[in-house]
Every structure is written in structure tokens, then in C-alpha cells.
């Protein structure tokens, strides 16, 4: 079963609640990423997402503490596959940052669970793939030995 | 396999080319979407994501009265409604991208991003595994059936 610490981005970009949304979202442009973690203490307290960033600038606030979004929800590490996907569906929550104790380790975003996804569906297809040729040797097999042809060629 | 008008959100937020960013930044602070489509009489000519807006923002230099031509990205890439969902997963492959309006005669009829995609094929599969262990089930029981009853028969046909 995939469990969050083996689908989960390790890298994670962090800030603190006192920067300003200058710096968030330079941040998260060169580091390419669609949400950064807000570290307080060491402990993640919010997100911020790209929507946070322009809802921002719209309404002219400058701090992260502002406009943070504390509607989010960290998982453990072991959390299952099919856990994080029926969370993702059910609450509409895109983001999980993956806590181990009381440290981040790592974050899940859609994208992650969007790879995930495909791998498991390449997976189940090979799996599919392979149950099917099983049998269809084992049927050829079977109606070849008991027909008369094998007395035909065999003797 | 199912087709992209299937899973494709009809309700696409749309703006003229002539329209300033922060039409857009507002459109997009409201939707749940993610882009704006940019249309001259109804085709798309251009899209503009949240990661294009923050872009901009990053560059100190962000301008909200400034055209929307100027950050968009255009030409867009698009799908047409009778696409397969895995010919248009092969298109994403290729070109990279997230987001694709979805063209009909010439005129806009859709959005389909990814996720969705990726998505509806996970579950297309699944129903398609689970109709296949029925066929399974069904084709071995008929086989013992034959096999237990596969000398008799022989015998009684006078072989």
C-alpha cells in the first residue's frame, strides 16, 4: 500500500507569518511551487497559495500573517493512499503537510496525488494484464490436453 | 473510454483581450478554476493562470490597471470535445501544461485540467477491472463445467 512518505515532496518551502507578500511570492515563483508552509515556532500553522497571494495584493495587505490560511490539515507519514485521495475529494483540501511528531518532513499537494494516481492505474492495468494471460495459457493448455488432437500429435 | 466533453467543466471564467489584470485577479480570487480564458468573439486566444499573475507580483512591479494581453499566454493549446481521455492525457505529456479550453466549432465550450483527467481514468479503470473479475469468475466456472463433463460427453458422442 503507498503511504504518504513515499508519495510526498520532501522539499519544502517554508516562511514565517512576519514576512511580507513580496517576498511569499517570490518565493514561490523561483522555487516553482503552488503553496509555501507557515512555520511558527517550528511548527506549521498555515498555508499560503498562490490565491492567497493575489487575494492579497487585491485587497492591499502586505504581511503573510494577513492572508495565511489556516484551513488546512496535517497527515503522518503512514497515512494510506486512499486516505489522503478520499480527504482531497470529500473536504476539498489540496494540501497536506506531512508531519512526523511534531517536525515537517515533507508536503502532499494535488500534483503528488495526481502522480500517484497514475502510477497505482499503470499498476492495476499491468496487474490486469498479467491475470488475464495466466489464464488464457492455462485454457489453451487445459482444452489442448484433453482433446483428441493431443493423441493426434503425441500419440 | 470516456471522451473530454464528459468530465469537462461547461462554466469557464472568461475575459476580452482588452481587459485590465485586475478583472483578472479578481475573477480568479472568486473562481475555483484557477485560470482565466481570454477570448476575442468567443475563441480562445490566450489563458491566464494564478502562477502567471504571481509571477508578476514577484516582480515588484505589478501594475493592476495594466492589459491583460500582457501576462497572458497565448496562443493556447486546446482540446476538442470528442477527444479520448487518454489521447488528451498523451497531449498533456507532450505540451506540459495543466489547463486546456476545450473548443467546439470554433467557439469555447469547456475547460478540462490534469487532475480531472487523470482522475476519470483511474476510475474508468477500476470499473473496467471490476467488470473483468466477473467475466473471470463466470469463464472458470464454465471451465470446470466443461472439463468435469468432457469425457462423458466424448463417450456418449461415440468418439
Known amino acids: ?155 | 473510454m470516456a471522451r473530454v466533453s464528459r468530465i469537462m467543466l461547461a462554466d469557464v471564467p472568461t475575459l476580452k483581450k482588452e481587459a485590465k489584470i485586475e478583472e483578472a485577479a479578481k475573477l480568479l480570487s472568486k473562481t475555483e478554476n484557477g485560470c482565466v480564458i481570454i477570448v476575442d468573439d468567443n475563441r480562445p486566444v490566450g489563458i491566464v493562470t494564478e502562477l502567471d499573475l504571481v509571477r508578476k507580483i514577484a516582480t515588484g512591479r505589478m501594475n493592476m490597471k495594466s492589459r491583460l494581453s500582457e501576462i497572458m499566454t497565448s496562443p493556447v493549446v486546446c482540446m476538442t470535445p470528442d477527444m479520448k481521455l487518454d489521447e488528451a492525457l498523451k497531449m498533456i505529456d507532450t505540451k506540459r501544461f495543466r489547463k486546456y479550453p476545450v473548443i467546439g466549432n470554433g467557439t469555447l465550450v469547456g475547460l478540462v485540467t490534469k487532475n480531472d483527467i487523470v482522475h476519470a481514468i483511474s476510475d474508468n479503470v477500476r470499473l473496467h477491472r471490476a467488470i473483468q473479475n466477473i467475466v473471470l469468475i463466470l469463464f472458470v466456472v464454465f471451465e470446470l463445467f466443461v472439463f468435469l463433463l468432457y469425457k462423458p460427453l466424448i463417450n456418449y458422442l461415440g468418439a
Not at chain 1, 513580496?22 to 515563483?29: D, F, G, H, I, V
Not at chain 1, 482531497?88 to 495526481?114: A, C, M, S, Y
Not at chain 1, 499491468?126 to 495459457?137: K, N, R, S, T, Y
Request: aromatic share 8%; proline share 3%.
Open chain 1, 1 to 155: 500500500m503507498i503511504k504518504a512518505k513515499n508519495m510526498m515532496t520532501k522539499e519544502v518551502i517554508t516562511i514565517s507569518p512576519n514576512s511580507s507578500v513580496l517576498e511569499a511570492s517570490k518565493l514561490s515563483t523561483s522555487k516553482s511551487v503552488s503553496s509555501l508552509i507557515v512555520l511558527e515556532a517550528n511548527k506549521p500553522v498555515a498555508v499560503v497559495s498562490e490565491r492567497d497571494i493575489i487575494k492579497a495584493v487585491l485587497s492591499k495587505k502586505t504581511k503573510v500573517r494577513d492572508i495565511m490560511n489556516k484551513n488546512f490539515l496535517t497527515i503522518s507519514p503512514n497515512t494510506t493512499f486512499y486516505e489522503i485521495t478520499r480527504t482531497l475529494r470529500e473536504k476539498n483540501i489540496k494540501r497536506f503537510p506531512v508531519v512526523d511528531g511534531n517536525k515537517l518532513i515533507g508536503i502532499i499537494t494535488e500534483t503528488d496525488i495526481v502522480e500517484a494516481t497514475r502510477d497505482f492505474t499503470r499498476l492495476h492495468q499491468i496487474i490486469q494484464d498479467a491475470i488475464l494471460a495466466i489464464f488464457g495459457i492455462a485454457t489453451a493448455f487445459f482444452l489442448f490436453y484433453f482433446s483428441p488432437l493431443r493423441a493426434a500429435v503425441f500419440g
